[in-house]
């Protein structure tokens, strides 16, 4: 006789969540890190496409 029931499937939504909260955070640190190199070259390819169709 059981006196608890197994119930995993909070189990996996919370490991989803957590998965997904740990990608969140990585994204952020390295945005955070990377943010002006990012951004300076978005705009180099930018203006490079830009000077190409005219």
Do not use: C, H, P
Request: proline letters at 0%; a negative charge.
């Amino acid at each position: 006789m059981y006196m608890f029931k197994s119930d995993e499937k909070g189990q996996g939504m919370v490991e989803y969540v957590l998965i997904i909260v740990l990608v969140a955070v990585v994204g952020l640190v390295v945005w955070g890190l990377l943010g002006d190199e990012i951004r300076t070259t978005l705009n180099t390819i930018i203006d490079t496409m830009s000077n190409a169709t005219n």
